[in-house]
């Protein structure tokens, strides 16, 4: 395991209609979806703290994800959660094998922290 870099990120907890928006400008996708996540990797000149960028969570979506999967909200926002700073850390899903080592990691995030990996979109 590398070196700890100090690094922050923004986590937004918002509504269906305003992921909705933020899918249709930056990815030209007219639905809401689960999570999205906006990469910056900048660095702050006094602190010399990174900056991952943004994670933003529909609340309505997570709570639809954990009732049809039969597990807490708590669970499903915790899936999302991981799930989106994965991808400001530049894992993506994109192939068959990015996919598998993207789950990997994350079900070992979750399994670390005592979390049950969720069935959720984003734990398929």
């Known amino acids: ?12 907890f918002v509504g269906d209609e305003e992921l909705r928006d933020l899918n249709r400008e930056f990815r030209s996708v007219y639905r809401t979806t689960d999570v999205l996540s906006f990469s910056s990797k900048t660095l702050d000149p006094e602190s010399g703290i990174r900056y991952l960028g943004d994670v933003v969570i529909s609340v309505p979506t997570a709570k639809s994800q954990a009732a049809h999967a039969g597990h807490e909200l708590s669970q499903e926002l915790d899936l999302l959660v ?7 850390l530049g894992f993506d899903h994109d192939t068959r094998s990015r996919k598998a080592r993207m789950w990997q990691i994350q079900n070992e995030i979750l399994r670390k922290g005592r979390i049950q990996p969720g069935q959720g979109k984003a734990g398929r």
């Open 1 to 12: 395991m590398g070196a700890l870099i100090p690094c922050s990120l923004t986590l937004a």
């Open 82 to 88: 991981v799930h989106g700073v994965l991808h400001l």
